[in-house]
């Protein structure tokens, strides 16, 4: 069963410019996260999705950050602009069993540098 | 609001010994609790689930219990191995929220 897969792994951008990653979550899977990691913290959530439609985005940043899951499989989380303290690693993860009781599968995680 | 606390925050044990980590959390009003592994520059992979009905589940030479009533998990590793050697995250399932995360305990295992 392939895993949940993410891209891109690395990138390097300039503060105020934009960004853009990519995920696509275990086949069948309904729930889909977003977390962002930071240096030496636990990920915390930024946004989570049931099918196409968003059941959390208390956390998100509105401002400058987006997200959307179209069909209800891929999803795509946006920043536009970054800021430096948006340097992280942005974890997507899969759930097939929805917010209670669901075991979360991640995927690799894309590496953020704002400089 | 829920917080998790994972203590210690780093651990460095020789090959061969059997440790201990710690998570605690604040509100026992969970539905399952989680163990994760992350190797540097990886992502998270599931360890353990432990559902709130639940005391311990194993798996190989790892255990994890669970005491809802004191908010307290812990995730016991036999016979410690250099392969063991990565960040290990406790998270908490709560009614109407995704799973919260502690900070992790880092171990590492010497050969």
């Known amino acids: 069963e392939a895993g949940v897969a993410q891209s891109p792994r690395y990138k390097i951008i300039e503060k105020r410019q934009s960004v853009a990653f990519w995920c696509n979550p275990i086949?069948?899977?309904?729930?889909l996260y977003w977390y962002q990691q930071i240096l030496g913290q636990g990920p915390k959530l930024l946004i989570q999705?049931?099918?196409?439609?968003?059941?959390?985005d208390s956390q998100l940043p509105k401002d400058r950050f987006s997200a959307e899951r179209l069909k209800g499989v891929d999803s795509t989380l946006k920043i536009q602009p970054a800021k430096l303290e948006d340097s992280a690693v942005y974890l997507c993860?899969?759930?097939?069993?929805?917010?209670?009781?669901?075991?979360?599968?991640f995927g690799e995680g894309s590496r953020l540098t704002v400089l | 609001k829920q917080e998790v606390t994972q203590i210690p925050a780093a651990l460095s044990v020789p090959e061969g010994e059997n440790l201990v980590l710690n998570c605690s959390f604040t509100?026992?009003?969970?539905?399952?609790l989680q163990w994760f592994r992350q190797d540097p520059g990886k992502g998270l992979t599931s360890l353990l689930l432990i559902q709130s009905s639940q005391r311990e589940q194993t798996s190989g030479r790892l255990n994890a219990s669970l005491d809802k009533s004191s908010g307290r998990s812990t995730l016991y590793i036999a016979a410690s191995q250099p392969g063991d050697s990565a960040t290990y995250l406790c998270?908490?399932?709560?009614?109407?929220?995704?799973?919260?995360f502690g900070k992790g305990t880092t171990l590492s295992v010497s050969s």
């Open positions: 999705f049931q099918n196409n439609g968003v059941v959390d």
């Open positions: 998270a908490v399932n709560q009614a109407g929220t995704a799973l919260i």
């Open positions: 086949s069948g899977h309904a729930t």
């Open positions: 509100d026992s009003a969970i539905y399952n």
């Open positions: 993860a899969s759930s097939s069993r929805g917010i209670r009781t669901g075991e979360l599968f």
